[in-house]
C-alpha cells in the first residue's frame, strides 16, 4: 500500500491487471508467499584485486509485513558487513539477524581465528536455535566462500577470477 501511495503521489500509471504485468518472486517453488515467509534478497559479496572485501544487500521484504517494519539489511551488523576479515549479505527472518548482529558476528568469528565457515554456520545455527531461518553468503581475504542456511533453500552463484562462474540453484 506504501508502494501504491508514493507512485500516485508521483504521478504514475496504476497497474490494473497486476496478474498479467509481474511474475511472482519465488512462482512455481514451495518455500515462497503469498503464504508465508520471503527471503527475496540480493546478496554480493567482492573481493577486489587489492585484497579489500565488501557487501552489498537488497530485500524483498517479507510479504505482508505490518507497516514500518525494518528488516535486517539497512541496520549494520545485521544484515550486511565488510571489514578486513570477512564481507557478508545476509536473507531471512530479519528480526533473528538483528538479534544477533549476523553480518558483523560472521567477520568477528574470522578474526577471533574461526574458520569462514565455521564462523557462518556459528552463526545460523545461533539463528536457529532462536527460532529463525535463512542463511548468508560471506568471502574471506583468502577468497573462501561460505553459505550456510537453515531455511528451506537459498539460491546463490559466485565468479571466481579466473572467470569460473558456480551456482546452486536451490537446496542442499
Known amino acids: 500500500n506504501g508502494a501504491a501511495r508514493f507512485a500516485a503521489e508521483q504521478g504514475l500509471a496504476r497497474v490494473e491487471d497486476p496478474e498479467a504485468w509481474y511474475t511472482r518472486a ?5 518455500n515462497h508467499p503469498p503464504s508465508g515467509l520471503s527471503h527475496g534478497t540480493v546478496g554480493c559479496c567482492v573481493l577486489d584485486s ?39 549479505s545476509c536473507t531471512g527472518q530479519g528480526e533473528y539477524f ?12 574470522v578474526a577471533a581465528g574461526q574458520t569462514l565457515a565455521e564462523a ?10 532462536l527460532g529463525g531461518d535463512g542463511g548468508l553468503i560471506a568471502l574471506d581475504r583468502e577468497g573462501n566462500i561460505a553459505q550456510p542456511y537453515n531455511s528451506q533453500g537459498m539460491k546463490r552463484a559466485w565468479l571466481a577470477t579466473d572467470g569460473g562462474v558456480g551456482v546452486e540453484v536451490f537446496g542442499r
Do not use: C, N, Y
Open 26 to 30: 519465488g512462482q512455481g517453488e514451495d
Open 120 to 129: 557462518s554456520q556459528a552463526v545460523i545455527d545461533r539463528i536457529g536455535a
Open 50 to 88: 587489492q585484497g579489500r572485501l565488501a557487501a552489498a544487500t537488497s530485500t524483498a521484504g517479507v510479504f505482508g509485513k505490518m507497516p514500518g517494519r525494518v528488516g535486517d539489511t539497512p541496520i549494520p551488523a545485521a544484515g550486511t558487513w565488510a571489514d578486513e576479515h570477512a564481507a557478508v
Open 98 to 109: 538483528i538479534r544477533v548482529a549476523a553480518a558483523a558476528r560472521t567477520a568477528f568469528g
